[in-house]
């Protein structure tokens, strides 16, 4: 098991810029989230998707935020325009039915400069 | 790593000593409670669960106890290692047979003294 794989591990970009950050889930898991990471508030859900289609965004801070699955082995969270304040660690994590544990990846930790 | 907050609680304890972490959760309609271990640099990683059903789960070297009264949940991890460092997290779900989400606490850093 191959577990939750995202890339890239690391991204430094200026401001304004576009991010995508990508994320491939365990296979056969049907959940699948992405959460944020950061000193001041700790682990935040974003958004987060069963059999690929959305369920709760309301995590999402803004318009500048997009989650898409097209598949289900694959999705991608991408910020456009990027800003200082997106700095943080992006984390994706996957589960199958209630009453199961989440599976994360080892992060995205994204530097907007 | 992103998961040390200047108002995180830390724990230090010496090597061999059972460690006692804590956790307040905040919804009484949670059902489903998992902790986790972070070390820097990488993900969340799932140590034990517990269901709503049951007060007390053993798993290795570690203990869950459930307090559904109180709202209190906490780990309990014997004869601790160097290599159980990590930031701690508790996470409640109220999964009612959906996945639902994860709302996790603020984290509780292990520092292990040799």
């Known amino acids: 098991d191959a577990g939750v794989i995202q890339s890239p591990r690391h991204e430094v970009t200026e401001m304004g810029q576009e991010v995508t950050l990508r994320c491939k889930p365990i296979?056969?898991?049907?959940?699948l989230f992405w959460y944020r990471q950061t000193m001041m508030r700790g682990l935040e859900l974003l958004i987060y998707?069963?059999?690929?289609?959305?369920?709760?965004d309301s995590g999402m801070p803004e318009d500048r935020f997009s989650a898409k699955m097209p598949n289900a082995s694959f999705s991608t969270l991408k910020i456009q325009p990027s800003e200082p304040r997106d700095s943080a660690v992006y984390f994706c994590?996957?589960?199958?039915?209630?009453?199961?544990?989440?599976?994360f990846g080892d992060g995205t930790r994204l530097s907007i400069l | 790593g992103e998961n040390v907050g200047l108002h995180l609680p830390t724990l230090s304890v010496q090597e061999g000593d059972n460690s006692i972490i804590n956790c307040a959760y905040s919804?009484?309609?949670?059902?489903?409670f998992i902790w986790y271990k972070q070390e820097s640099g990488k993900g969340p990683q799932f140590i034990i669960d517990?269901?709503?059903?049951?007060d007390k789960r053993q798993g290795q070297r570690v203990t869950v106890l459930l307090n559904k009264t109180v709202k209190h949940l906490s780990l309990q991890i014997a004869a601790t290692q160097p290599g159980d460092s990590a930031v701690y997290f508790c996470?409640?779900?109220?999964?009612?047979?959906?996945?639902?989400?994860?709302?996790f606490g603020k984290g509780t850093k292990l520092s292990v003294k040799p």
């Open positions: 994590a996957t589960g199958t039915r209630g009453n199961q544990p989440q599976h």
């Open positions: 296979s056969g898991h049907d959940y």
């Open positions: 998707f069963n059999n690929n289609v959305p369920i709760d």
């Open positions: 919804n009484s309609a949670s059902d489903y």
């Open positions: 517990i269901r709503s059903n049951m």
């Open positions: 996470a409640e779900n109220i999964s009612r047979g959906s996945q639902g989400n994860l709302i």
